[in-house]
Every structure is written in C-alpha cells, then in structure tokens.
Nanobody
Framework: QVHLVESGGGSVQAGGSLRLSCEVS????????MGWFRQAPGQEREFSAAIRRSGVTYYADSVKGRFTISRDNAKNTVYLQMNSLKPEDTAGYYCAVKRNSGSYCSPSGYDYWGQGTQVTVSS
C-alpha cells in the first residue's frame, strides 16, 4: 500500500503564491509517475500537472505558465509551486501516484491518492 500526505494549502489573495508538497511512503518513489489534481465543490476532479519518473512534465492549459511541478526523490516528495493565483484556482488539491497505463490527464490513470489540501484564493 502507498500512502500520500499533502500539505501547504491555505488562503491567499489573488496574485499570490503557494507551494504544495506531497510526501509518499515507501522505497520506490523514484519509480512512480506523479500527478496533481484539483476539485472544487460540485465539480469533477480535474488534472493540473504531472511529472514522470524521467522528469518530463505535463500541465493543464488552465495552469500552464503559472504552476510548476517538481520532485525530490531523496525526500520522496512531489511539489506544486503555484504562482499568480486566481480565485478560480480555489479547490481541494490532491496528489496521486500513477502506476497504470492510463492517461496522465485523467483521474482513472492514477492508483493511489492523498487526502487533499485546501487552497482558497480571494479576490
């Protein structure tokens, strides 16, 4: 079983920044592809960013140029640096481990999930 714990959420004004962290249990983190998704109340969970074990990254158009995903294999941690935040970025943010062959952009492509961390951006 893989356990993920997100942290770093909070409340910020529009234009501000936050850095989310997700620590993953186990000794095989470097072999995982990782993703960040977000979900606003009443909305479906949507893709934000992903990073492959090779370091290749993918971003949703809605966050491209503002968010940066990175990983530190020595710390078993994946990060999401969020800059120029907008009120529409308000959501619960979830990290996930991808071990199957599904899409990087779909929740069904991921196998393990954290409990989420809330980000609230005020105007």
């Amino acid at each position: 079983q893989v356990h993920l714990v997100e942290s770093g959420g909070g409340s910020v004004q529009a234009g501000g920044s936050l850095r989310l962290s997700c620590e993953v249990s186990g000794r095989t983190f470097r072999s995982y592809d990782m993703g960040w998704f977000r979900q606003a109340p009443g909305q479906e969970r949507e893709f934000s960013a992903a990073i492959r074990r090779s370091g290749v990254t993918y971003y949703a158009d809605s966050v491209k140029g503002r968010f940066t995903i990175s990983r530190d294999n020595a710390k078993n941690t994946v990060y999401l640096q969020m800059n120029s935040l907008k009120p529409e970025d308000t959501a619960g943010y979830y990290c996930a481990v991808k071990r199957n062959s599904g899409s990087y952009c779909s929740p069904s492509g991921y196998d393990y999930w954290g409990q989420g961390t809330q980000v609230t951006v005020s105007s």
